[in-house]
């Protein structure tokens, strides 16, 4: 079984430009979550689609950040502009249970985002 | 709002013997899951370890176990004969189980080397 994949795996851009992270969930898994490490810090919840429907975007930091997951399968997460406070890494993870379930979110390998 | 901390930014032990990794967390809830992760350099987050907060038996997967101190807001991992393979960031995570979605809130992460 394939598992959680993202890509691209590192993308370099300047300031004010575009980037869309992509992520591709376990197949199956209803749920998908996106998270970040920025600096080095704690890994920080950004959002969570149950199917195509955003469950729980609390951790959104502002309006720059749009995730999308049409059809319920693979998600993006496009930044613009692109602020040089977005460099870090960005986990996708996916699962299975619904909520309340002791289940196990599966990450991908993330993408490293830096932003000149 | 729960945090997790992590008071060890880096541990290094000698293989084969044992190393324990810290973890606290502040909740005001009586019911949640905890977990340890492990991203080994390069390569995606795993799960390593859970704890439900209503078990009192501390739960334990071949090398690993914790310490579940629920008064004290403990979470400890211990690796027992490490191997240079446990080489790793290894994250402590907290989950509720009232709240919407099942986001993760993580500790800032221990870099554990292992040397030969």
């Known amino acids: 079984e394939a598992g959680v994949t993202q890509f691209p795996s590192h993308s370099v851009i300047e300031k004010g430009q575009t980037v869309t992270l992509r992520c591709d969930p376990i197949?199956?898994?209803?749920?998908l979550y996106w998270y970040r490490r920025v600096m080095g810090k704690e890994i920080k919840f950004l959002l969570h689609?149950?199917?195509?429907?955003?469950?729980?975007e609390s951790g959104m930091p502002n309006n720059r950040f749009l995730a999308e997951r049409t059809g319920g399968t693979y998600s993006t997460l496009k930044v613009q502009p692109a602020e040089l406070e977005d460099s870090g890494v960005y986990f996708c993870?996916?699962?299975?249970?619904?909520?309340?379930?002791?289940?196990?979110?599966?990450f991908g390998p993330g993408t490293r985002l830096t932003v000149l | 709002a729960q945090t997790v901390t992590q008071s060890q930014p880096e541990m290094s032990v000698q293989e084969a013997e044992t190393v324990t990794l810290s973890c606290t967390y502040d909740?005001?809830?009586?019911?949640?899951?905890l977990f340890w992760y492990k991203q080994p350099p390069s390569r995606q987050m795993i799960l390593v370890i859970r704890?439900?907060?209503?078990?009192?038996q501390n739960a334990t997967e071949n090398r690993f176990s914790v310490n579940f101190q629920k008064a004290a807001k403990s979470f400890s991992l211990k690796i027992s004969d490490s191997q240079l393979g446990d080489a790793a960031m290894y994250f402590c995570?907290?989950?509720?189980?009232?709240?919407?979605?099942?986001?993760?809130?993580f500790g800032g992460g221990t870099r554990v080397l292992v040397k030969p």
């Open positions: 993870a996916s699962s299975s249970f619904p909520q309340g379930a002791m289940n196990e979110q599966f």
């Open positions: 197949s199956g898994h209803d749920n």
């Open positions: 689609f149950v199917k195509e429907s955003k469950q729980d």
């Open positions: 909740t005001s809830e009586s019911d949640y899951y």
């Open positions: 704890q439900e907060a209503y078990k009192q």
């Open positions: 995570a907290y989950r509720s189980v009232r709240a919407a979605g099942n986001k993760l809130t």
